[in-house]
């Protein structure tokens, strides 16, 4: 294995990360955009190829490590959250990715998901949410919109979907993020600031499954309804959307409110201001989901929702570690016989 590290160049371009293997997704799958900006991004985030580890579960999205050449390992259903986190405590120097779907990573899976965000590894989860079962062939999903006719759900969905940043936020994440496969330019953006914080990072991806789903996030893309139903959030900035930022979203006490900038009544200086760190407007906008109500339609918001650095798993477990054998031998037969004993008559 170190012979062949040896011959690993430091330095590398995002071709060096193609791999010799077939890439079998479905013509057209959003999966295809989503390799390619993080093979774009890649080279630039200061790692060794050697260093860089995907781990995936079950799903279309997770082929991933075949087409990423890099250290990896394709694993079972549900618990590639579960792996990284061995992985990444055993081995705190590697820089771990997850690749996952909304159904692996939020059916069953979400007792894990759920578990690596509270526990706060220095992990980077790449959640790719098309709303449906894609390998399986047509199947409704955890994030399904209720009513939904699919190849098990005939007469439309009753199920309530998961909201994934409203349960991250819920699951005390300390990152949670949102872009699209049809948005490259802002898709590079959120890779590059997943990989850079420290901590248990949650990018949700909206990715189109053009054979079982087509169309569901393309109100987010499409030219002629991107400007009102998308909100891009930037810390530091408010909150503006339409078409010539027209609109923006103030807070009325603990109430998000949609205004209208060309009447003169509100300017920008009225505006909800975006702050990372605000663990409690960040929630609201984790809410920011179609509303019944057409005069509170928010737009979706896509951005980093909240990032908020707090220690991490790995590093109290080495710490711990460390404190344990401070000038201490290990007696095995102690440690076995523990602290209490008693006789049984």
């Not at 995002?14 to 993080?38: F, M, N």
């Not at 449906?132 to 190849?151: A, D």
């Not at 609109?247 to 505006?271: A, C, H, Q, W």
């Amino acid at each position: 294995m170190t012979e062949v590290l040896q011959h690993i160049p430091e330095v590398f371009t995002a071709k060096d990360l193609v791999t010799d293997q077939e890439v079998r997704w479905c013509p057209g799958c959003g999966d295809y955009s989503i390799l390619k900006q993080v093979q774009t991004v890649m080279p630039n985030l200061g790692y060794k190829k050697e260093e860089i580890v995907f781990v995936s579960g079950i799903g279309c999205s997770s082929r991933f490590p075949y087409y990423m050449d890099t250290f990896g390992m394709h694993s079972i259903h549900g618990r590639a959250t579960a792996i990284a986190t061995g992985l990444k405590t055993s081995r705190p120097e590697l820089n771990v990715w997850i690749v996952t779907g909304d159904g692996d990573a939020l059916s069953i899976g979400g007792n894990h998901f759920i578990h690596l965000l509270r526990r706060n590894l220095d992990v980077n989860l790449l959640l790719f949410n098309n709303q449906i079962y894609g390998l399986t062939k047509g199947q409704y999903s955890p994030t399904s919109v209720e009513g939904q006719v699919t190849k098990s759900t005939p007469f439309g969905s009753l199920d309530h979907p998961f909201n994934p940043l409203a349960l991250a936020m819920g699951a005390d994440a300390s990152f949670v993020a949102r872009s699209m496969d049809r948005d490259p330019k802002h898709l590079q953006q959120m890779i590059e600031r997943t990989a850079k914080f420290k901590g248990t990072s949650l990018l949700e991806i909206y990715q189109n499954c053009n054979v079982f789903n087509d169309g569901a996030f393309f109100t987010y893309t499409d030219k002629e309804t991107k400007a009102g139903e998308a909100l891009f959030v930037e810390n530091g900035k408010p909150l503006i959307y339409g078409e010539g930022n027209n609109k923006g979203i103030r807070l009325n006490n603990t109430t998000p409110e949609i205004v209208d900038l060309t009447t003169g009544e509100f300017s920008t200086t009225d505006l909800w201001v975006h702050d990372e760190k605000d663990y409690l407007k960040s929630t609201l906008l984790t809410r920011f989901f179609d509303s019944p109500d057409l005069e509170n339609h928010f737009p979706r918001p896509f951005g980093v929702l909240y990032a908020k650095e707090r220690p991490c798993y790995e590093d109290a477990v080495h710490a711990q570690i460390a404190y344990a054998k401070e000038g201490k031998e290990a007696d095995l037969d102690s440690i076995i016989r523990g602290r209490q004993t008693w006789v049984v008559k």
